[in-house]
């Protein structure tokens, strides 16, 4: 099971803020929190992925609270194209030749950015 | 450079056949994750192959097979569909399998009549 809880959806203004939630309240000391979004018809695609200090990319920013129990998605002016199932997702580190690449993915929170 | 290639886009097949589906990952991945999505049970975790060992599985029975060539290429096979395989079959790569920021092909739609 997913070890993580979002809402089931959200929607956005154009051109606003969209701030997705997520509870992870179970993560353990090693484990990340990753982000992937999926856009209708195509394959997930990676946004972002953090331990526990905020992350910023080209698509989004990623909050982890202290105490690493909850994180929020940011993207800062979300467009018509941003409408997709966003993931979050909670996964231990790998060390080289781990055991490990499969992501447990929950039902995730459908966005809808509306004009 | 390239992104992950999945082949064939679309397939329909009918019960008790077999299939092979095909995944070239991004040039010097390493790692190939297998992903099942059907509307009931989301996107379910299938194997996962590094330097062409079989490093992780999910919960499917043994119809559900898999390997990856020396060039990190990789195919997975189902044998004896069943009409409940109809699903879109998404294939990911990562580059040396110590993270999980995997990079997602197209997937392959699957029919079985």
């Known amino acids: 099971d997913a070890k993580t809880t979002q809402p089931t959806s959200m929607d956005c203004a154009e051109g606003r803020a969209a701030n997705l939630p997520c509870n992870h309240s179970t993560i353990s000391g090693n484990e990340y929190v990753y982000w992937y979004r999926q856009i209708h018809s195509q394959g997930p695609q990676y946004i972002i992925h953090?331990?526990?200090n905020n992350e910023t990319n080209e698509m989004a920013s990623l909050i982890i609270t202290e105490d690493r129990k909850s994180s929020t998605l940011i993207l800062p002016h979300a467009t018509l194209r941003d409408t997709a199932v966003y993931y979050c997702?909670?996964?231990?580190?790998?060390?080289?030749?781990?055991?490990?690449?499969?992501?447990?993915f929950g039902k995730g929170t459908k966005l809808s950015v509306k004009p | 450079k390239a992104g992950v290639t999945q082949t064939p886009r679309y397939l329909i097949k009918t019960r008790g056949q077999q299939v092979t589906l095909s995944c070239s990952p991004i040039?010097?991945?390493?790692?190939v994750s297998w992903y099942q999505q059907t509307p009931g049970q989301g996107l379910q975790f299938l194997f996962e192959y590094f330097s062409e060992t079989q490093r992780n599985k999910g919960n499917f029975p043994g119809r559900f097979s898999g390997r990856q060539f020396s060039n990190s290429r990789s195919e997975m096979n189902v044998s004896t569909l069943e009409l409940g395989d109809s699903a879109l079959y998404l294939c990911?790569?990562?580059?040396?399998?110590?993270?999980?920021?995997?990079?997602f092909g197209p997937g392959t739609r699957l029919t079985v009549l």
């Open positions: 040039s010097g991945h390493r790692s």
């Open positions: 997702i909670v996964s231990g580190a790998l060390n080289y030749g781990g055991s490990q690449g499969n992501l447990i």
């Open positions: 953090g331990l526990k």
């Open positions: 990911a790569s990562s580059l040396l399998g110590v993270s999980n920021e995997q990079f």
